[in-house]
């Protein structure tokens, strides 16, 4: 389960993590959120540091917490250097890993890993994958975001306009490259932004097997 900082308060989270505690749920993932449009209460938390800190508080190590990462930085951060001490509030206030926003450019990746592993944090980071199925609605996400799709990614996509067919032919040749170069390099892991759509991942699962 994800659990948002965005309209909580320590009691709803309180509840909410004794109902997930009494389900045998061990692990969860810990977020600040964005605040909804005509929202005007973000909660008593406001940044994901406190709310992993307060889940700390309350069960101890019960559960694995797993927070997100920005490789390309969060969009509302005023700095690279901002990005990275926020990220490590959240690791010493008790994450066990986290997850990246999704990218395509691999040495992003894995010059924010260098960058953690700087400051002296060896808390593993999950890639985020997106597989692509739609450009138009990869540029939204991308867009809204911060996420960077590649200048000849982006123009190639843009040249296909509305041939379905070659944007995904494209998008798994791409994806899977990029998944097969993080494993290689020894990323922990891969995490699939599904957006509820299986085959896009499922498929390139099968070809990472395969492989």
Not at 17 to 28: D, E, F, N, P, V
Not at 63 to 76: G, K, S
């Amino acid at each position: 389960p994800h659990i948002s900082c965005i309209g909580a308060t320590q009691a709803t989270t309180r509840e909410l993590l004794q109902k997930y505690r009494a389900a045998g749920i061990k692990r969860i993932v810990a977020l600040r959120g964005d605040l909804p449009s005509g929202m005007a209460d973000a909660g008593e938390f406001r940044y994901a540091n406190e709310l992993v800190e307060f889940i700390r508080k309350e069960t101890g190590d019960w559960f694995y917490i797993e927070v997100a990462a920005y490789p390309e930085w969060h969009p509302q951060a005023k700095s690279p250097k901002d990005d990275l001490l926020a990220f490590k509030r959240k690791v010493d206030a008790g994450a066990n890993s986290a997850i990246t926003q999704f990218f395509y450019n691999f040495d992003a990746y894995s010059a924010f890993v260098d960058a953690t592993r700087g400051m002296g944090i060896e808390t593993p980071i999950v890639p985020g994958i997106m597989p692509i199925g739609s450009f138009a609605k990869l540029a939204r996400f991308s867009d809204a975001c911060g996420a960077e799709i590649p200048r000849w990614l982006r123009k190639q996509f843009e040249a296909y306009g509305d041939d379905a067919a070659s944007t995904r032919a494209l998008g798994l040749d791409v994806v899977t490259g990029l998944c097969e170069q993080l494993l290689a390099t020894g990323a922990p892991g891969l995490h699939f932004y599904t957006l509820n759509q299986a085959d896009l991942s499922s498929e390139i699962v099968r070809r990472l097997r395969a492989d």
